[in-house]
């Protein structure tokens, strides 16, 4: 039994003429949280959507423990990606739907086509997702449609739908980066609980989310240009010792 989670192995990614990710070698703990940094246009999002194949890699391998996700079919990716849950920065709600149904529908991998389609779920499904909505202090906006919360509650939900499933493994793109400090804040803090005993990785430039994590991986121009843990990482970017090619790089400022 393997103690990887995540093995990425000379990942490239083309759109078009632009080469978006460089001969990616990338290997991820059990219970490991990441924090992916790097500028703008670094490929830093686009990694942590080539390891659930929401994009496609152009060459390369993603293994999933001992699966290797990137020669699965589309039912065998299904079912490998209960493993994994995935929180967008846009959240990626369906607005018409209530609370409620879009936490369950991170349990769509696990319903049949017709129960899925007409959104019904096994009684101990809704109870572990009023669970989860009474822990994001939520319980009551369930049946509220998802487009009448503010950004931290849709975030929260987001989340809840990431968790429901119980996945072994959490990935986060951006998902603070248009929230004002005291929703990140509490973002933050649901993050930090509801990711004990899971590996994590985070695509972010907000210096915010680093104490969630124990290892920083610097992204620049579609490469990796540097990792280890998180303080002797942070102390090189600040002192100058890692430089990537924009100014906005991640400097530990928010």
Same mark, same amino acid.
């Given at each position: 039994?393997?103690d990887? &989670?995540?093995?990425i192995?000379?990942?490239?990614?083309?759109?078009?003429? *632009?080469? &978006?990710?460089?001969?990616?070698?990338?290997q991820i703990a059990?219970g490991e949280?990441?924090?992916?940094?790097?500028?703008s246009?670094?490929g830093?999002?686009?990694?942590?959507?080539?390891i659930?194949r929401l994009?496609?890699?152009t060459?390369g391998? /993603?293994?999933?423990g001992?699966?290797?996700l990137?020669r699965?079919?589309?039912?065998?990716?299904?079912?490998?990606?209960?493993?994994m849950?995935?929180i967008f920065?846009?959240?990626?709600?369906?607005?018409?739907l209530?609370?409620m149904?879009?936490?369950?529908?991170?349990r769509?991998?696990?319903?049949? *086509?017709?129960?899925?389609?007409?959104?019904? *779920?096994?009684?101990s499904?809704v109870?572990e997702?009023?669970?989860?909505?009474d822990?994001?202090?939520?319980a009551?906006?369930?049946?509220?449609? &998802?487009?009448?919360?503010?950004?931290?509650?849709?975030?929260?939900?987001?989340?809840?739908?990431?968790? /429901?499933?119980?996945?072994?493994?959490?990935?986060?793109?951006?998902?603070t980066?248009?929230?004002?400090n005291?929703?990140?804040?509490?973002?933050?803090?649901?993050i930090?609980e509801?990711?004990?005993?899971?590996?994590?990785?985070?695509?972010?430039?907000?210096a915010s989310l680093?104490s969630?994590?124990?290892r920083i991986?610097?992204?620049?121009?579609?490469?990796?240009?540097?990792?280890?843990?998180k303080?002797?990482?942070?102390?090189?970017?600040k002192?100058?010792?890692?430089?990537t090619g924009s100014?906005?790089?991640f400097?530990g400022q928010s």
């Amino acid at each position: 039994m393997t103690d990887t &989670a995540i093995r990425i192995a000379s990942m490239n990614k083309f759109y078009g003429n *632009f080469h &978006a990710l460089k001969g990616i070698d990338l290997q991820i703990a059990k219970g490991e949280k990441v924090v992916i940094c790097g500028p703008s246009g670094s490929g830093k999002s686009t990694l942590i959507r080539c390891i659930n194949r929401l994009v496609e890699p152009t060459s390369g391998k /993603v293994y999933l423990g001992n699966v290797e996700l990137t020669r699965l079919s589309s039912s065998g990716l299904r079912r490998e990606r209960r493993r994994m849950g995935m929180i967008f920065q846009e959240y990626a709600l369906v607005e018409r739907l209530t609370v409620m149904e879009n936490v369950l529908s991170g349990r769509l991998g696990y319903v049949g *086509f017709w129960r899925s389609y007409l959104r019904k *779920f096994p009684q101990s499904d809704v109870d572990e997702a009023f669970r989860l909505l009474d822990r994001v202090d939520l319980a009551h906006m369930a049946d509220k449609r &998802a487009d009448e919360l503010s950004g931290g509650q849709r975030q929260s939900v987001a989340i809840a739908r990431a968790v /429901v499933g119980d996945p072994q493994i959490l990935l986060f793109d951006e998902l603070t980066s248009a929230m004002d400090n005291q929703t990140e804040s509490t973002v933050v803090d649901r993050i930090r609980e509801f990711s004990k005993n899971k590996t994590m990785i985070i695509s972010t430039h907000r210096a915010s989310l680093l104490s969630l994590v124990d290892r920083i991986v610097v992204m620049d121009d579609g490469r990796v240009i540097a990792d280890g843990p998180k303080d002797k990482v942070l102390d090189a970017l600040k002192r100058g010792l890692i430089k990537t090619g924009s100014p906005e790089s991640f400097t530990g400022q928010s």
